[in-house]
């Protein structure tokens, strides 16, 4: 049974060599560089309804390969 999501969770991820912070919240996500406030947002709702439209060129299907190695889940 999964856990429910009741407050952001802040992740650490390096893309290029450079820092990014990670928030995975109840509305959705963010990306962001470390230290700065500005970065992408998508919201669940729209990840459901569009499939991701909103997000950069080059998004991968569920389960395709990812740079460094690991599977996207």
């Given at each position: ?7 952001e ?29 500005s ?35």
């Open positions: 049974m999964s856990t429910k999501l009741t407050h969770i802040r992740r650490e991820i390096t893309i290029d060599g450079e820092p990014f912070t990670v928030i995975i919240s109840p509305h959705g996500l963010r990306l962001s560089r470390k230290r700065f406030r970065g992408r947002e998508l919201t669940w709702e729209a990840l459901w309804r569009e499939g991701g439209a909103e997000m950069a060129n080059g998004s991968r299907p569920t389960g395709s390969p990812v740079p460094g190695g690991a599977a996207s889940v």
